[in-house]
């Protein structure tokens, strides 16, 4: 059973795109403010979705 502070520390997407949906729905920004906010998100959710790479020590 994960913790409080799991549960906070990496949310579920569904619960990351609402968040961005009512910042979306509350702030105000300039046309140019907006592009770099959503250029942002859009990063955001490159980085989630990038493979994880190990590496297993040769003998």
């Not at 609402?18 to 979306?24: L, N, P, V």
Request: charged share 30%; proline share 8%; glycine share 2%.
């Amino acid at each position: 059973m994960e913790s409080d502070f799991e549960r906070i520390a990496s949310p579920a997407p569904a619960e990351i795109a609402s968040w961005f949906r009512f910042i979306d729905w509350v702030m105000f920004l300039l046309e140019k403010e907006d592009d770099m906010f959503w250029d942002q998100v859009s990063v955001f959710e490159k980085e989630g979705k990038m493979p994880y790479i190990t590496v297993t020590p040769v003998p």
